[in-house]
């Protein structure tokens, strides 16, 4: 019921149309008995600093943001969190006097994910397929929750050598090891948790995987594919194909907005709950 107290929380982005994250706000808001609303907003490219203050203006609690406008948006905050800003990605915007703060709840989310699962990242070693954003917030994750060797493979190496840099001075660590992905047989003979961060695969390139080779997948014991649709990519295929574990990218989806929703309303999300708006993300 929308009555005169209904406190509205959003999501902009370009498209928004096909977005899971009402399902997960509303979902939440109903299991908690809060009354709020989450709405999609589809905002153009040159209204979003008009749509940043009409929302303050609004008294809008707060919001999500999706592609493409995770950097942009940062030019019209008051405040960013140190970790969001040095990714360079705010997905959160909390409310504060005078305006918004950006948090970036994509890098916990993904951990907060893993740990659902009981995948370790603390002391593990790691490859990350891919350097755009995804790849960016899956490599601060690994750096900040003390991984032991993160290799980064990306067909264009340079982005992987950028990232690679940044993190490593970020924290002062010498533990991201860029390489191209043509030269993955160089990697060491051993089993690794594989973060597949690249687009390839995602409805409806649905027939294609970033490595084919098969001894690739012999050293893989876990792997997350940051994909959720289809909910099983040909690259988590052939992981089970080879005896892997594998995990879609529906649960980091689930947490990254568990963590925006905690935000906005001061509340920790049990993992009963956060179970049961999964089993929702999963009918949809
Ligand atoms: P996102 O924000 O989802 O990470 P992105 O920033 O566009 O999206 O990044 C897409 C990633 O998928 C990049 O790592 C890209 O590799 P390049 O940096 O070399 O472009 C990777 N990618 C896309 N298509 C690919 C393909 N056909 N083969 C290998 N990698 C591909």
């Known amino acids: ?12 982005g370009d498209p928004v149309e096909h977005t899971l994250s009402p399902l997960i706000h509303n979902t939440l808001s109903q299991k908690f008995g809060h009354n709020l609303i989450y709405v999609p907003f589809h905002v153009q490219k040159e209204l979003i600093e008009n749509a940043i203050k009409g929302a303050y203006s609004l008294n809008i609690l707060g919001l999500n943001i999706t592609y493409p406008y995770k950097t942009q948006v940062m030019n019209y905050l008051v405040d960013i969190d140190d970790i969001a800003k040095q990714i360079g990605s705010v997905n959160t915007l909390v409310r504060f006097k005078n305006g918004y703060k950006g948090y970036n709840t994509d890098m916990p989310g993904l951990y ?15 490859i990350i ?24 493979l990306n067909r264009t190496l340079e982005k ?15 533990c991201i090891f860029p390489l191209k992905i043509s030269d993955h047989s160089k990697l060491p003979n051993k089993k690794f948790f594989v973060i597949q961060a690249t687009s390839v695969g995602l409805f409806p390139d649905v027939d294609n995987v970033v490595i084919d080779d098969e001894t690739f997948y012999e050293k893989i ?23 892997g574990k594998t995990l879609n990218g529906l649960k980091m989806l689930l947490y990254q907005g568990i963590i925006a929703y905690e935000l906005w309303n001061e509340v920790s999300v049990s993992d009963e709950i956060a179970n049961s708006v999964l089993d929702e993300l999963n009918k949809s």
């Open 221 to 243: 014991h876990t792997a997350l594919d940051l994909i959720y649709k289809p909910k099983e990519t040909k690259f988590l295929r052939l992981v089970k194909q080879h005896g």
């Open 1 to 12: 019921m929308i009555d005169g107290y209904t406190k509205t929380l959003g999501l902009i």
């Open 129 to 152: 397929l891919g350097a755009g954003g995804a790849a960016r917030s899956a490599t601060f994750m690994c750096a900040f929750y003390k991984a032991n060797k993160v290799y980064l």
């Open 160 to 174: 992987a050598e950028k990232i690679a840099n940044e993190v490593n001075n970020f924290f002062r660590r010498n």
């Open 112 to 126: 907060r994910a893993l740990l659902s699962e009981n995948i370790k990242v603390e002391g593990s070693d790691i």
